[in-house]
Structure formats: C-alpha cells, structure tokens
C-alpha cells in the first residue's frame, strides 16, 4: 500500500470512529425511541425542542461517515457505491429532525413506517460498509477480519428485529425490558465495531505491508 493510501485510508477509519460514536451517543440519549417500533403505544410524547434535541446526535453520525467511504473506497471500491445510500440515509434523518423541529409528532408514518424504512436502509449500508472493513481487515489480521464479520451478521439479526412488528403486548412482554435488551445488544455492537476499526487503524500503522498488498490495495 502507497504512503498516501495508507494515510488516507488512516484518516477513514478515524472518522468512522468518530462517526460511530455519534451513533453510539444516539442510542444513549434517546433509546426509548425504540418502543415506536417495538410497542408504539407505549412510547413517551416528546414536545418538539426534545426530538430535536435527542435526534441530533445520529442526525451527525453520517456526517463523518459518508466523508469516510472514499477513503475506505481506495481499497475496497464497492465503497463507492455507499455514498448515494448514505446521503440519502443522512436527508431522511434530517427530514425527521426539520419535522421535528417545525413541530410534527410522532404518529404511525413517522413513528412505524419511517422507522422500518430506515432500518431497511440502515441495514444495508452498515452491512455492506463492515463487508468492506472486514476485506481491508483480512490484508492485516484475519482475527480482526473475523470479528468485523461477526459484528456485521450480528447487526443485521438485531436491525432486523427491531424493524419486525412483533407483537410485545399480546404476548405479555414487557416493552420497556424487550426495548432494553434490544438497546443493550445493539450499544454493545456498536461499541465493538468501534474497538475493531481502531484496532484495525492501529495494525495498519504497524505493520508493514508486502507486495501482494500491494496490489490488492
């Protein structure tokens, strides 16, 4: 890998961390927004300054991101591909914030069927952009290539949950338990994804790379 790709690639996968931590902080701030998808009956009213409030944080999470994909795209170019995706994902998450900010509540488009529709997307982009990690992972570490793998399949058993209408209330569950067991799973992997991209920023930096490499990348 050339100085600069490997520079490049470097400052990728920061603001990826970087991006990540938003989405983490997201998950922090307002995680009982997940009731609108698992038990919208249940879920708190929000005057219109706390959704705009409690949004922003995944409303910037794309931000560095998508700034992120082409980095990521010197090496693996499907990556390239993300970028209309993740615009898209970031106009959604902003079309939410500025219907929140203008005072709309939270009812069944907005509550259910926009939130399955950016999970959809969500699934998607977070998948296909961990395949890419977990390709570049492989040039340097096969444990860490492992692990991005298993972060990426485990995400989409979780998002795809949580975009399912299960039924909480006929079976007797409690919505805020099953919201926190969802939250707990979905913190944690958001957290390891975070952990194996900066140890995947730090193995690129110490190692060194052969001609195979090379080419590859």
Same mark, same amino acid.
């Given at each position: ?17 970087? *991006?990540?931590? =938003?989405?983490? !902080?997201? &998950?922090? +701030? ?6 609108? /998808? ?76 926009? *939130?399955?529709? =950016?999970?959809? !997307?969500? &699934?998607? +982009? ?6 890419? /990690? ?84």
């Amino acid at each position: 890998m050339k100085s600069w790709k490997r520079h490049s690639l470097y400052v990728a996968l920061t603001r990826l961390i970087w *991006g990540y931590g =938003l989405l983490y !902080l997201q &998950l922090v +701030f307002r995680g009982d927004r997940y009731l609108d /998808l698992v038990a919208p009956e249940y879920a708190p009213a929000l005057e219109w300054w706390e959704q705009v409030i409690f949004a922003l944080p995944y409303y910037l999470g794309y931000i560095p991101i998508i700034a992120a994909l082409p980095g990521i795209a010197l090496c693996e170019r499907s990556a390239k591909l993300l970028r209309p995706l993740g615009w898209t994902l970031l106009a959604l998450e902003g079309a939410r914030w500025l219907y929140a900010l203008c005072g709309g509540s939270s009812g069944v488009w907005f509550g259910y069927v926009y *939130g399955v529709l =950016l999970c959809v !997307l969500t &699934l998607y +982009f977070h998948f296909q952009l961990l395949t890419n /990690l977990a390709n570049i992972a492989g040039r340097f570490s096969r444990e860490r290539a492992h692990n991005l793998r298993l972060v990426r399949t485990l995400n989409l058993i979780v998002i795809t949950l949580c975009s399912l209408p299960l039924p909480i209330a006929d079976l007797g569950w409690d919505p805020w338990l099953v919201t926190g067991i969802i939250l707990i799973i979905a913190a944690f992997l958001i957290l390891t994804a975070r952990s194996e991209i900066l140890g995947l920023r730090r193995e690129m930096v110490e190692s060194i790379c052969t001609d195979t490499e090379v080419e590859s990348c």
